[in-house]
């Protein structure tokens, strides 16, 4: 006999033509069907899902839970703090419920705001604020680095990249990759003579390491750091 207090959820019932036998089914929502072979008698169903009322109870319970809490592969983990190798900046970040997302940058209080309806608004809001600081320090930067070396490029562009930390075309454009805010300045300034001795050679070859060294000889220990760094790169500030 089963107890009155056991579980016993709504059901739906789908008859099947190739099951043999009754089944339960819980679906990703926490819906409940019960699948009845062709030909047997609806009268089974009620004492079926009655005996396996534990089952279902535990098993809807774990299912809704999952939905309630979706594992945080959607958002990346938002930051309590940043760290901007290359400029020597840090903020404690707060997050602020708003429908208007921004961010406010109290840099003198090492501070940073960031408001935004959900985590998804304020995760791409804190990526617009890299994006715009990256922008602000490294173009004026490579700028400088440009005439100090006197190899002069077409035009730069910061952009959020995953595998590479810059490029350089035939045209002398230079791409650089925001993410290099999180490495050290010595990482960033010879990233940029890497990158502007591409416009003397479109290649990697002993002619284009010779001039490198010349303009760096510490080339090696920044390119191991920069190897490296990709890696350690937060998520939140990676492109998806
Ligand atoms: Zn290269």
């Known amino acids: ?20 036998r009754l089944q339960l089914r819980v679906k990703p929502t926490g819906q409940v069907e019960v699948v009845v072979p062709k030909g047997m008698a609806l009268r089974h169903v009620p004492g079926f899902v009655a005996e396996h009322a534990q089952w279902l109870e535990q098993t809807v319970a774990k299912t809704l839970g999952r939905l309630e809490h979706p594992p945080h592969n959607s958002t990346p983990m938002l930051p309590e703090h940043i760290a901007l190798t290359a400029i020597g900046g840090e903020w404690q970040v707060s997050y602020h419920p708003a429908l208007r997302a921004r961010v406010i940058d109290q840099a003198a209080h090492a501070q940073l705001q960031v408001f935004g309806s959900d985590e998804t608004q304020q995760c791409a809001a804190l990526q617009g604020w890299l994006n715009q600081l990256a922008k602000t320090t490294l173009i004026p930067w490579l700028e400088e680095v440009s005439s100090e070396i006197k190899l002069p490029f077409a035009s730069a562009t910061v952009r959020a990249q995953k595998s590479r930390w810059g490029s350089c075309s035939s045209r002398k454009r230079i791409n650089l990759n925001r993410a290099l805010m999180f490495t050290s300045p010595g990482a960033v300034r010879y990233l940029f003579i890497h990158e502007l001795c591409h416009t003397i050679h479109m290649n990697h070859s002993a002619r284009y390491w ?16 920069l190897r490296h760094a990709m890696a350690t790169i937060p998520r939140w500030a990676l492109p998806d």
């Open 1 to 20: 006999m089963p107890q009155t207090d056991l579980f016993l959820p709504d059901y739906t019932v789908r008859i099947s033509p190739r099951a043999k």
């Open 210 to 225: 010779a001039l490198v060294a010349t303009l760096e000889p510490d080339h090696r220990r920044h390119e191991a750091e």
